[in-house]
């Protein structure tokens, strides 16, 4: 099936949300926005097997997530982001198969830049309020 869903909720003023899928096969994006002022970006691509998930839970004012997906031949990517807070950021790249970030960024100014390039990868973060980080991973 090409499936591809997005469901986004946003309560409050002034958020922004953009959403781009491709298939074939799944492609989902939930994402919930609480307060004011936030932005979501995503950008995901699945082909041969298929399958990106995107789930994003802003709270707090004035939040941004750039998140970017892609994958072939067996396909699968997986991001969970949690912003909960107020004025934190991140920008999260999956390329290649079988990747996952697991992010939680808690009170506020928190700052996220993570890529992954590779097969196979996997990262499951929080910060604290305050924080600065940049990650990149590459593999096969």
Not at 10 to 39: I, K, M, S, W, Y
């Amino acid at each position: 099936a090409d499936d591809a869903a997005a469901v986004l909720q946003q309560q409050g003023d002034g958020h922004f949300a953009e959403v781009a899928q491709a298939g074939p096969g799944r492609n989902l994006l939930t994402a919930e926005a609480g307060g004011a002022g936030h932005a979501l970006a995503a950008d995901q691509f699945a082909a041969t097997g298929g399958i990106n998930v995107a789930v994003v839970n802003q709270q707090g004012t004035g939040n941004s997530a750039i998140l970017e997906q892609s994958a072939t031949a067996a396909g699968v990517n997986e991001i969970r982001l949690a912003q909960l807070g107020n004025d934190n950021s991140a920008t999260l790249v999956q390329q290649g198969q079988d990747n996952s970030i697991d992010l939680t960024q808690e009170n506020d100014a928190n700052q996220a830049l993570i890529a992954q390039y590779g097969a196979g990868m996997a990262i499951a973060l929080t910060q604290i309020g305050g924080g600065a980080i940049a990650i990149t991973q590459t593999g096969p």
